[in-house]
């Protein structure tokens, strides 16, 4: 393969998703990482991509306003709220609670600020919930930046997750369906499974939409999570799934 298909695979790779890894576009172009870093240098270069660790991060103008956090907090914010509400009471004074990204757990965090709880989060729009709020200790996991959902992810984010453990992880995900949870972003994956392995209990708070959607990579069976809380118009056909697989779920 020639210099010109190789980059037109990357393009059409980072068209489809906003991260890629090495390895997945040295598996796809059948060429060395060596050669993958060297092409991924010159896309940086005309300003196409930002390379991070383990991969590349698109810089594409036609950005997926589903991977804003402004757009996301306006889809079903009453939904939202609700859901907010209920995981945050599930909350017990003292405990150590590891937050996801997403607006939905922002939600939560809002229930959250005046309770006596320890916090930790890779969600930069968490920790501003608690900027003024003198009862939760709150602790930011690091890592990279990732641009407009404000969550540090990578392996500074993972090591330190993997040093903790915690009473309970309440995380948001991207899509539920029969095959488990799952989500578009590498980087973002293993941020997410690092959080559920560090902690003892795992609620996944998300709206009716998310559900029938088929993300790119898989996180979780449903063997991995203890509860999920969604809202009312959750349709039959999704709480029957629930149901079959004994997943144990609020709909508020």
Known sequence: MNQFERHAKIR???AEKEFISQQELSD???????????????FEIQGLLKRVHGGALALSQARDETLDIKFL????????????RVAAGLVEEGQTVL???????????RNLFDRQIQIITNSIPVVQVFY????AEVTLTGGY????????????????????????????????????????????VESLRAMMKAAQRVIIVADHTKFGRNAMIRVAGFNEIHQIISDRDLEPQYRQMLDDRKVNYLLT
């Open 12 to 14: 059409g790779a980072l």
């Open 28 to 42: 796809l172009l059948g060429v060395s990482k060596a050669t993958v870093r060297r092409d991924l240098m010159e």
């Open 73 to 84: 907090s306006a889809s079903c914010p009453e939904e939202k709220a609700r859901i907010g």
């Open 99 to 109: 937050l996801g990204g997403g607006s939905t757990v922002l939600e939560v965090a």
């Open 132 to 135: 003024d709020c003198r009862q």
């Open 145 to 188: 930046l990732y641009p407009r959902l404000g969550l540090q992810i990578g392996p500074v984010c993972e090591r330190m997750v993997k040093s903790i453990s915690a009473d309970l992880a309440i995380m948001g995900i991207r899509g539920i369906s029969e095959n488990g949870l799952s989500d578009n972003n590498a980087m973002v």
